[in-house]
C-alpha cells in the first residue's frame, strides 16, 4: 500500500498567531535563532493501487486546504 503526505500551512502574508505564539516560547526556552515559525497540518492518505499527483493536487485544493489562504505540498512515498 502506498501513501502520500500533504502539507498544508498559512501563506506567508497571512498573519499566524499560533505560530508567533510558539516562537516567542522557542525564545523564551533559549532557541534564539528561530526566525519564523508558522502553524499547519499534515494529512497522510493511504491508497491502493496508482494515484496521480494531479489527483493529490485537486484534493488537497479542494478538500484539505483554503487555497485563498493556504499554501500546500505534495510528499509521494513509496
Known amino acids: 500500500m502506498a501513501y502520500a503526505f500533504v502539507n ?3 501563506k506567508s502574508e497571512i498573519l499566524d ?3 508567533e505564539a ?3 516560547a ?3 526556552q533559549g532557541l534564539t535563532n528561530v ?7 499534515r494529512f497522510r ?3 491502493s493501487g496508482e494515484i496521480s499527483k494531479a489527483d493529490l493536487e485537486k484534493v488537497a ?4 486546504s483554503n487555497p485563498v489562504i493556504e499554501d500546500f505540498e505534495i510528499e509521494i512515498a513509496q
Open 26 to 28: 522557542l525564545h523564551r
Open 45 to 47: 492518505i493511504e491508497f
Open 17 to 19: 498567531p499560533q505560530g
Open 8 to 10: 498544508v500551512w498559512l
Open 61 to 64: 485544493r479542494e478538500v484539505l
Open 22 to 24: 510558539v516562537s516567542q
Open 35 to 41: 526566525s519564523e515559525v508558522r502553524q499547519g497540518k
